[in-house]
């Protein structure tokens, strides 16, 4: 029961952290940003922040590195078959997972983001297409395969802007859904 509770305060308090650094970047660089603003705001000392991170970049750092898990983790659940049968589900989950973290999502994709995540983010769905590309399409063509990957990723991520910067007023799955028909069925949808 004693690590449980140490370990509810210890994720509660890394939060608040997490939080105030997204507070924060919503408003500057992250260059701009020092580790007494972050305490100031979450109302905690200095100390506590240095138990658990080394500096502002390295709080930044671990951060992108959880999203970047989950994203990773949501990505692993599906086979190459399923994106025959399945593609609206996988983005669906992965809309979830923008939904869960949208606050720092939008501030990662936007003015005052980390280019370097979205690289990250990039390369992580790349790896995870191009096995499944192979094994769908047995096509050793990589060259058509890397043209394919930049413009659905990079789509999907306007979209995924796009989605937070209105307030997210579609769910999900029907976010999903949109990308689905966007892609099977390109600007056919808009006629």
């Known amino acids: 029961m004693k690590n449980e509770t140490l370990d509810r305060r ?26 007494r603003e972050i305490t100031e705001m979450a109302d905690l000392n ?6 658990h991170y080394k500096d502002v970049f390295d709080l930044l750092e671990k951060v992108e590195l959880e999203l970047l898990d989950e994203l990773d983790g949501t990505l692993q659940k599906y086979q190459a078959s399923d994106l025959h049968q399945k593609l609206s589900l ?5 809309f979830v997972c923008v939904q869960e973290n949208a606050e720092m999502v939008q501030i990662l994709l936007g003015e005052n983001g980390d280019l370097n995540f979205v690289n990250q983010v990039k390369e992580r769905v790349r790896e ?10 047995n096509s ?27 307030g997210m007023k579609e769910s999900p799955k029907e976010l999903a859904q949109i990308a689905e028909q966007i892609m099977m069925h390109g600007i056919k949808i808009l006629g």
Request: charged share 20%.
């Open 10 to 35: 210890v994720r509660k308090t890394r939060q608040q952290l997490q939080h105030c650094l997204a507070v924060l970047l919503k408003e500057k660089k992250i260059q701009e940003i020092t580790v």
């Open 90 to 94: 996988i983005f669906t989950d992965l």
């Open 128 to 137: 995870k297409c191009l096995k499944d590309w192979f094994e769908l399409f």
């Open 46 to 51: 200095r100390g506590t922040f240095y138990l």
């Open 140 to 166: 050793q063509d990589s060259q058509l395969f890397d043209a394919f990957n930049a413009f659905v990723v990079s789509g999907c991520l306007g979209l995924v802007t796009y989605w937070l910067q209105n």
